[in-house]
Structures are given as structure tokens and as C-alpha cells.
DNA sequence: CATTCGTGAAGACGAAT
DNA sequence: ATTCGATTTCACGAATG
């Protein structure tokens, strides 16, 4: 687990640019997106890293996810392997009851009465598995007020780890609550990771290990969620007005500019910038308030509101008074 | 009296060894 | 598996208005 996990915190991760290739989900082909270093597939929108996709006819991995990125050498066989074959209902061996050898004609329709077992096993107990997924993913999104396009792609997430075999191990939910979250950061429109945990089945850490893992794996490239994403929603519920709603959002550019943003929670940031966008505006607000809203501590708040205070008189944004 | 401020200790987490 | 560093939180008391 070197270079491909990504704190969430933290910028984004990178990934060379290249052309051509196809989705590893639906055979679209994939747009190089050379301003973000990433890749997107121009059918379904996945978005997916280039250190995992051809790069011509060598096979070369840097990490740990070798198996995987073998496993696109070859048909994608995986629907009918879900469950290794571990479970098969018709002997594998070519004999009758009584141990005797069955006939060529026989073998052969056995042969293909074994295919259609294994495929309807394995598609039912994907399609069951889907389905639940997807209703939960529904759910969850209906529950955050998240359009219809992040519900799409978070499907596509959820599909892509199903089908790489991701699933064994984690809850469908803990999955399906991640693979919504990855697609809410991707779609710009993110939702924080308590938020998340208070409409899912499953606890915060579950679904924290989830995300990490199907990020890892997948190759999922989500970039830091801009922290003034928050700012909108959390400013309304508490009232504020639109002026301190900009000058929340002025307040976290410059504090981007100064590298105050690194390493801290962009809903802490969010926080403490309406904390201060109040004050300035004077605007009668609590830290107690905010917090709440936002679901963080006040202290945090407390701290954080300070250096974006004094990074914005630094830049002459605000006199000292006040 | 409510709110804000300051501080030390503690928990959680990712990164590195 | 364990350590390390940074962030966030908790608990408490003091200051402010």
C-alpha cells in the first residue's frame, strides 16, 4: 500500500496521461483529462487511473494490485466465477449413479448442463446481490438530496467492484455506501463521511475500510473535496446570509493560497470559515452552532478559525479590527 | 448566564519502519 | 506489528459580554 492510497484529506493523487485504451467497465473509450492527470471513460464516466490501463504490449505493475491488474488479461470470465466453482450442484465427474462411465453423447450434454448451472447460480446470486446494492444506494442518495447522475455512477462503482470480485471479505452495504460517496466526491457535490454513516446501515469505520479498499483496488481516482462544497448547505440551514456565504468561500481560497488546507478536513475548514464569515458579517452565530450543522467539535472550530482570520488580514482581505 | 477561549490529555488514522 | 506525527475531540476552567 504505497503510492494509491489517498488520505482524504489530501491532493490528489498522480497518473500520467496517455491515450487510447478502452473502460475496463463498459469498452468505452477512455479521454485523457490532462488538466487533472487523470482518465475518464467517455461512455460511462468512470473515472479510472492510467497505471492500471494498457500502456502496450508489457505488463507492468508497481504495486500490490499485480493480481488484479493480470486478471484484464483474457475474457472477463468473472460472472461465471463468482464463487469459484466451489459450489457446483452437478458432479463434475462422467459417471452415473452407479459409477459407471457415461456414454460420449452424454458427457457432452452434461457438459453443457454444468455451463447453464453455473451461469444461472451466478447470476442470480449477483443479480440478488445487485439489486439489494442498488436499492440501498437509492436510499442512501434519496436520503442526502443526491441527484440522479451520482446515483448512476455510484452504481457503476458498486458493478465494477462486484465484478472484480471485491465483494467477498465486506457487507454489500459497507460497499454500496462507499462506492455513493466516491461518486458524490466525483461529481462534485460531496457529502461528509458522518453524513454518509447517519443514513447508512453500517457503522463509520465499515465504511471508511470499504472506501479505502475499493479506491485501492479500483483504481478510483477521487480528488479532494473542495471544502467551500460544503459551504452552501451548511450556511443555509444556519440562516446566514449570501454575503457571508462569499466571504466564507473568499476566506478558503485564500487559505488555499497560504497551504492552510493540507492535511485538515475540508468539513472542518467549511466549518470554521462560516464561523468566520459570521463574525465578520456580524452575523449572530454560535461556534456551538456551526458545529452542530456541520457535525464537527467546536474546538476544532476554534482552531481553525483563527488561521483562516489571520491568513485573511495577512492578504489585507480584512483590517485587524473587528 | 451563555458564550468564547485556552490547554492538556486521549483517541483515531495514515504513513513509515 | 509497532511507532510516529498530525489532526480532531473531550473535559475542564477561566475570561468575556
Redesign the pocket.
Known amino acids: 500500500?504505497?503510492d494509491s492510497?489517498?488520505?482524504?484529506?489530501?491532493e490528489s493523487t498522480t497518473a500520467r496521461p496517455v491515450g487510447g485504451g478502452s473502460c475496463p467497465e463498459c469498452g468505452g473509450i477512455l479521454l485523457p483529462d490532462h488538466t487533472h492527470g487523470e482518465i475518464s471513460c467517455g461512455d460511462c464516466g468512470l473515472v479510472v487511473h492510467e497505471r492500471e490501463v494498457d500502456h502496450g504490449p508489457e505488463w507492468r505493475v508497481f504495486d500490490l494490485s499485480e493480481a488484479d491488474a493480470k486478471s484484464r488479461v483474457g475474457t472477463p470470465a468473472t460472472l461465471l466465477w463468482h464463487d469459484k466453482g466451489l459450489s457446483t450442484t452437478i458432479d463434475w465427474q462422467d459417471r452415473d449413479g452407479n459409477g459407471q462411465l457415461l456414454s460420449a453423447a452424454q458427457r457432452r450434454r452434461f457438459q453443457r448442463l454444468r455451463v447453464w448451472d453455473q451461469r444461472f447460480t451466478a447470476e442470480n446470486a449477483q443479480d440478488r446481490n445487485l439489486r439489494q446494492a442498488l436499492g440501498e444506494i437509492d436510499r442512501m442518495a434519496s436520503a442526502l438530496g443526491l441527484p440522479q447522475n451520482v446515483r448512476e455512477t455510484a452504481s457503476v462503482i458498486y458493478r465494477q467492484a462486484l465484478k472484480r470480485d471485491l465483494l467477498p471479505g465486506r457487507s454489500i452495504e459497507s460497499v454500496a455506501t462507499a462506492a455513493l460517496y466516491a461518486a458524490a466526491r466525483q461529481a462534485g457535490i460531496p457529502r461528509s463521511i458522518v453524513e454518509m454513516a447517519s443514513v447508512s446501515r453500517v457503522d463509520?469505520?465499515e465504511f471508511?475500510r470499504a472506501y479505502?479498499y475499493i479506491v485501492r483496488e479500483l483504481g478510483l481516482v477521487v480528488q479532494q473535496a473542495d471544502p467551500s462544497q460544503f459551504v452552501s448547505r451548511y450556511a443555509s440551514t444556519l440562516g446566514l446570509s449570501r454575503e457571508a456565504e462569499g466571504r466564507a468561500v473568499e476566506l478558503l481560497r485564500i487559505a488555499s493560497e497560504r497551504n492552510l488546507d493540507?492535511?485538515?478536513?475540508p468539513v472542518?475548514?467549511a466549518a470554521a470559515a462560516i464561523y468566520a464569515a459570521a463574525v465578520l458579517e456580524q452575523e449572530a452565530?454560535?461556534?456551538?452552532d456551526v458545529a452542530s450543522v456541520a457535525?464537527?467539535?467546536?474546538?476544532?472550530i476554534?482552531?481553525?478559525?483563527?488561521e483562516l482570520l489571520e491568513a485573511a488580514e495577512a492578504v489585507g482581505y480584512v483590517s485587524s479590527d473587528e
Open positions: 500500500m504505497s492510497t489517498e488520505r482524504e484529506t489530501n463509520e469505520r471508511r479505502r493540507s492535511g485538515r478536513s472542518t475548514l452565530i454560535t461556534q456551538t457535525e464537527v467539535s467546536d474546538v476544532t476554534r482552531t481553525r478559525y483563527k
